[in-house]
């Protein structure tokens, strides 16, 4: 593998920077900094907008269907680089998981009705997969669909759908086989759901950091045409699988995690009024963060081996998981260390940087938002598959325990 960036390389980066640096507005720059997840949502859209109109909002994607036709090394060098500049998140459902399966499972009408708007961004995405009683054991899943003429009619619940509550189209698991005889997995099909038919009824889910964008989906006789089935009838386990797989790439977030160790360094070198010395002058508070610095750049090793190892034409499964488990301790590990050394300001920051239009702040820039983020990223280690079977996942397909 070769880890070194060669000055091609570095000539994107350079092009990536630029760009980052010319069409990033302030203020989105400033909203994703305070609490990453209450960009408005219009921000939102017109960054996705330009991403787009430079032809950047899908590197995953081959170029035949809009793709940038990056290598894995520029992938990752713009993820980075994304994160660095701390570019608001975009919605990872359309573009990164439903898009994918529409283009390698769909047919023609599909791919012809759904991948320009998911591109631009027009046309927004949730998730229906989680059930109560449905989430690491994803085939236990109840919602049905029931074949009635050219229609199926859907009833049931999912929960924990992120933006449903602004979403234009749910991609959901249904179960449209229930015979006991056969495996669970075998009777599940795969829909797309437009969020305004008749019968979708969305209830909000708000979370410990006091946001909503969580939500519980109901289906009461929901009418979805047979026409908007991925595939096979009963296959959706085949693409549903796949979906996941696209879930946990780009996930290390070494960049992002980067910039909280400059923030909390900014943070522990500031003189305290209590006994006028920094926290920066405490051997302890140093080698914990340095735990960290050392862990993150282990991870940015792990995911540049398999940059390489993806280069070279070979397929990454299960050791995704690996990536997806170090980039989240990390993650809540930092989270938890820049409060720690915020302290008392942690809640002042709080009450002020919620009111996303305010202009003034508590305290020094680095401690915006995070509270809200430590809190909210409590759930990194559960969404996209929890951490416990992550580890699983590693154990039987990567250590064959
Ligand atoms: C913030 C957030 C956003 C989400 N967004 C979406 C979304 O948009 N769409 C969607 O469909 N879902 C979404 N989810 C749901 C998420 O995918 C599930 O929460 C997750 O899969 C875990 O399922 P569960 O909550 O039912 O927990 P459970 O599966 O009940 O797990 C409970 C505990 O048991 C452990 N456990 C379970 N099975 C095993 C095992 N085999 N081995 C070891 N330990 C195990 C788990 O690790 C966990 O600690 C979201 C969740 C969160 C928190």
């Given at each position: 593998m070769d880890a070194a960036f060669n000055p091609a390389d570095e000539a994107f980066r350079d092009e990536?920077?630029?760009?980052?640096?010319?069409?990033?507005?302030?203020?989105?720059?400033?909203?994703?900094q305070l609490a990453p997840s209450y960009v408005k949502k219009e921000d939102t859209r017109a960054w996705h907008r330009?991403?787009?109109?430079?032809?950047?909002i899908a590197p995953r994607w081959p170029v035949e269907y809009g793709g940038t036709g990056w290598t894995p090394t520029q992938k990752h060098i713009y993820e980075e680089e994304y994160q660095r500049a701390y570019a608001p998140r975009l919605s990872s459902f359309g573009i990164g998981l439903v898009g994918p399966v529409i283009f390698t499972f769909g047919t023609p009408e599909q791919k012809a009705q759904h991948l320009k708007p998911i591109l631009s961004g027009e046309i927004t995405w949730c998730q229906g997969y989680s059930e109560p009683g449905a989430g690491s054991d994803l085939a236990s899943l109840k919602t049905r669909a029931v074949r009635d003429g050219d229609d199926y009619v859907v009833n049931g619940q999912k929960i924990w759908t992120s933006h449903a509550h602004h979403a234009d189209w749910i991609f959901a698991l249904v179960r449209t086989d229930s015979d006991p005889?056969?495996?669970?997995?075998?009777g599940i099909s795969f829909l797309l759901?437009?969020?305004?038919?008749?019968?979708?009824?969305?209830?909000?889910?708000i979370s410990i950091d006091g946001g909503h964008y969580l939500n519980e989906v109901?289906?009461?006789d929901v009418r979805v045409p047979v026409a908007n089935r991925i595939g096979e009838e009963n296959k959706g386990w085949t693409y549903a699988k796949f979906l996941l797989g696209n879930e946990r790439t780009g996930i290390a977030g070494v960049g992002k995690s980067?910039?909280?160790?400059e923030k909390i360094v900014g943070v522990a070198r500031a003189e305290r009024s209590d006994d006028g010395g920094a926290l920066w002058d405490d051997p302890a508070f140093r080698a914990r963060l340095m735990e960290y610095a050392t862990k993150l750049t282990a991870l940015e090793n792990t995911n540049l081996r398999m940059l390489g190892r993806e280069a070279a034409g070979k397929k990454i499964g299960a050791e995704a998981s690996m990536l997806k488990i170090a980039g989240t301790e990390i993650e809540q590990?930092?989270?938890?260390?820049?409060v720690f050394a915020l302290g008392n300001y942690v809640q002042p920051y709080e009450r002020e940087s919620l009111r996303l239009d305010a202009n003034e702040f508590v305290g020094p820039d680095h401690g915006r938002g995070a509270m809200t983020e430590h809190l909210l990223r409590r759930a990194a280690s559960i969404y996209g598959?929890?951490?416990?079977?992550?580890r699983d996942i590693i154990a039987k397909r990567v250590l064959g325990l």
């Open positions: 990536v920077r630029a760009f980052f640096k010319a069409k990033l507005p302030e203020h989105f720059k400033r909203q994703a330009a991403l787009y109109e430079q032809g950047w005889a056969k495996k669970r997995q075998e759901i437009d969020m305004k038919t008749p019968g979708v009824d969305v209830r909000p889910i109901f289906f009461t980067r910039r909280k160790i590990g930092l989270n938890e260390l820049l598959g929890t951490n416990e079977v992550q």
